[in-house]
């Protein structure tokens, strides 16, 4: 589970900005909503972004993804080839070949802490390097400078078991090469395997396919996914299976890669039936492509949130609520802060225009955070970085944000969006009586 991001020179994050998941707030408010490890650390396992449209808050979630991707995949990049997640602040000249730099603190099993700092450009990894705490100093586990290759990184003291110097490009980076190679030590696999297999990004506009392979207890799994689509008040009663055949067309089979045959056979070949009961207890069954988009969401997202509360998982997701009634959005969050439910320490990591959401009983002042954009440069900051004085654990947060006290909504001149209207269709007014006085801007 994460403790910290650092970002800079991202996307529209032009300057550094820092999201730290250590509690900073009250000590007694809503205690359940933090995570404390044996050995003393204390994590919250929520939280909620806030922002206009554009301001930049999903890019906090793509820098999550960018780490993601250096770490899973850069070490299968061939030699010369471009990194794709390079993607600096466009909006200056000084900025646009600029490494970026992600630094991330992060815990893993036996709640060990570690810190892995990467910075990259288009081209290559220009600096790299993993430290973690085995007691209370910092160790070292490896070092790649700018301008060094392969043969001159440095290694810690304490980085054993294994092979530990391995051939990789410069567009490569040391974790992913060595984290996926079954020789070098086993620390640097668990850290290359959670990120491999322990991070679950949703985009707004991503959707998901829930597959029976790989699941022994698939048929457990149905059930209990069958009847939290009952208690959410969908009109499901149950959930069947079956498997179908599937072939591509002739045309496609020919010309397309073959792995991307694979994805493709292996995402239509699963077939879920969903049985709705209506008047007369008359059972009707639907085929999935008849559900609702939150139904389906929710569907897929089950499955996948539950073995979250066996083994620790971090789940970013935009736009939570993009297709759910805000009281699933609410239960999701409840899940992840409930102490009973979410031992193992899971995190969910979320933005949201929805501020129903933001409220005290539901959110920690410091679960709570903003993405301002000016001059199209993105700050970050936290609800918990206000007068404490004035912003209590009793505040409306929600009422508050809502009348612009806290930064981060739109600055809308309905004025101005009036008078081009007026223009456009040549008219030269429009009654105010119908909705009031509308002349009242945000700026």
Known sequence: MFLSLSVDNFRSFKNPVKMTFTPTGSKEHNQSHIYESENGFKVLKTIGIYGANASGKSNVLWAFQALCWLIRNSGELKDGQKIPCYEPYRLASDTKDKPITLEAEFLLKGDVRFIYNVSYTQNEIVHESLDFYPSRAKANIFTRLQGESWEDIKFGNLYKGGVRKLPFFKNNSYLSKAGNNAATPQIIR????????????????????????????????????????????????????????????????????????????KDN????????????????????????????????????????????????????????????????????????????????????????????????????????????????????????????????????????????????????????????????????DLFGSLDEDKE
């Not at 969908?234 to 079956?242: D, E, F, H, L, N």
Request: some cysteine; overall charge negative.
């Open 269 to 432: 070949k699963d077939k879920y039936l969903f049985t709705h009961v209506g008047e007369g207890d008359i059972e009707e069954i639907f085929e999935e492509q008849d559900e609702s988009d939150g139904t389906r969401k929710i569907f897929a997202l089950m499955p996948v949130l539950l073995d979250a509360f066996k083994e620790r998982t971090v789940f970013l997701l935009d736009e939570l609520d993009n297709g759910l009634h805000s009281h699933i959005a609410d239960v999701l969050i409840r899940l992840f802060n409930d102490k009973s439910i979410n031992e193992v320490g899971s995190q969910l990591i979320f933005t949201t225009h929805n501020i129903h959401l933001m409220t005290p009983d539901k959110m920690r002042r410091d679960q709570i955070w903003f993405v301002e954009k000016n001059e199209g440069k993105s700050k970050l900051f936290s609800l918990d970085d206000f007068d404490k004085k004035k912003v209590t654990t009793n505040t409306p947060y929600n009422t508050w944000y809502d009348e612009g006290r806290f930064g981060g909504v739109p600055s809308i001149s309905f004025s101005k969006i009036k008078s081009l209207i007026l223009e456009i269709n040549g008219a030269s007014s429009i009654d105010d």
């Open 190 to 265: 668990d850290i290359f395997n959670f990120f491999e297999a322990n991070m679950f990004f949703l985009g707004s506009n991503h959707t998901l396919s829930l597959s029976s392979e790989g699941s022994e207890d698939f048929n457990e799994v149905m059930e209990s996914v069958s009847k939290i689509l009952c208690y959410i008040d969908t009109g499901i009663k149950s959930v069947s299976y079956t498997q179908r055949d599937f072939k591509l067309p002739e045309y496609l089979e020919k010309n397309m890669p073959s792995d991307i045959k694979e994805t493709i056979i």
